[in-house]
């Protein structure tokens, strides 16, 4: 029999309605646990790092429908490459229309954009793969922003050249600096208060650096940890050990030789304009 009389006031709990019909009404917007405001064109996904239902958006753009991966079919050629980077366990690889197992052990591995199958696929295999290309969809394929990251045994992957000029892949954070910093790249040290100046290799009391600078000026900057950075006005010799200079946010490829001179490997050059970061906390000082 329909189900239709109004329930005001009163929950139903651990209960089923089977056979009947809620009708003649609505449940409107602000009696459903949604942690965000609604967007034209969105639908709504379930988050269970906040345990509410989300607002999220997917465009043609994010997702990419049966990409055939570049490299070679027969031959014994187990690596094939995508165009994308997908969003992690997203990506959906089949061959001869049948769905692949990804992981260690199973039928392949997946880093970045490259394939690598257990076992080559022969002459006349058909290859396609369907991924998500965007974190703003794919964030409730494992947990979403906000939420502790799980990367399901995946590594996370920075790449080692940074696209354009001044910027880096790597630990980012914003932090306060209070020297003014003259360019992208400027080592930095925390100073007795907290906030980080510039660092400089003529005492002990300007050093270590633990940071790099991302953007000039005073106050609330980014700068990197660990990680690439490029910068086009470097001129390093790649494989050149990089320590900090005793010209205040410098850094150099010769050790400081001074008395009382601390000296501190920072990273290691890679390419004329690029460098690792990885700053050694422990120092050395020249006699």
């Known amino acids: 029999m329909p189900l239709n009389t109004a329930i005001r006031g009163a929950q139903i709990e651990e209960t089923t309605i089977s056979g009947g019909h809620l009708i003649d009404a609505t449940v409107p917007e602000s009696k459903l646990d949604i942690s965000n405001v609604p967007t034209d064109g969105y639908f709504l996904a379930w988050a269970s790092g906040t345990s509410k239902m989300t607002w999220s958006n997917i465009t043609g753009a994010d997702l990419v429908v049966n990409e055939v991966p570049a490299g070679t079919v027969g031959g014994g050629n187990v690596t094939f490459t995508l165009a994308n980077t997908p969003v992690i366990g997203s990506e959906l690889v089949y061959m001869n229309g049948l769905l692949q197992k990804s ?137 050149k050990i990089i320590y900090v200079d005793t010209t205040a946010g410098a850094l150099t490829t010769t050790a400081p030789i001074g008395s009382t001179n601390q000296v501190q490997v920072v990273g290691v050059a890679t390419h004329a304009d690029r460098m690792y970061f990885n700053p050694q906390y422990g120092l050395v000082e020249v006699l």
């Open 103 to 239: 992981g260690g052990g199973n039928d392949y591995t997946i880093i970045a954009t490259t394939i690598t199958f257990v076992t080559a696929p022969d002459a006349g295999d058909l290859l396609a793969v369907t991924y998500l290309k965007s974190q703003g969809f794919a964030s409730f394929v494992s947990n979403p922003i906000g939420a502790n990251l799980n990367t399901g045994g995946y590594s996370v992957v920075w790449s080692p050249a940074p696209g354009t000029n001044d910027t880096a892949t790597g630990d980012i954070a914003t932090i306060q600096i209070d020297s003014t910093v003259a360019s992208v790249g400027q080592a930095l040290y925390i100073a007795s208060d907290g906030n980080f100046e510039l660092a400089n290799a003529t005492a002990s009391g300007t050093v270590p650096c633990s940071a790099l600078a991302l953007e000039t000026g005073t106050g609330s900057k980014k700068v990197l940890f660990k990680g690439f950075i490029r910068h086009d006005a470097w001129s390093w010799t790649p494989g």
